[in-house]
Nanobody, 114 residues
Framework: QVQLVESGGGLVQPGGSLRLSCAAS????????MTWYRQTPGKERERVAV???????NYADSVKGRFIISRDNDKNMVYLQMNSLKPEDTAVYYC????????WGQGTQVTVSS
């Protein structure tokens, strides 16, 4: 079955960096676009970054120039390098793929605070 497992979240000070990872299994990973979303309590889930099967990328304006999405098709992994983190980046970050339906990971908490 399809599984997405995020890791790498944690507590970081403003201006710091974190790298999130998402391990994917159960589908032909290299042929699908992968997306990172984030969500804070009381708000809708926000799309952060997407990477296509060909490696093309797109970012939310709020993270452009600070975050980098990448993928390793040999390892079935997608990453989110987050730099210059701000308190407003605090959220639960989710890995997502659209196959026949929508699939989500369990999420990983990122907290940016001094």
């Amino acid at each position: 079955q399809v599984q997405l497992v995020e890791s790498g979240g944690g507590l970081v000070q403003p201006g710091g960096s974190l790298r999130l990872s998402c391990a994917a299994s159960g589908f032909m990973f290299r042929t699908y676009a992968m997306t990172w979303y984030r969500q804070t309590p009381g708000k809708e889930r926000e799309r952060v970054a997407v990477i296509t099967s060909a490696g093309g990328t797109n970012y939310a304006d709020s993270v452009k120039g600070r975050f980098i999405i990448s993928r390793d098709n040999d390892k079935n992994m997608v990453y989110l390098q987050m730099n210059s983190l701000k308190p407003e980046d605090t959220a639960v970050y989710y890995c997502h793929v659209i196959l026949v339906g929508n699939y989500w990971g369990q999420g990983t908490q990122v907290t940016v605070s001094s």
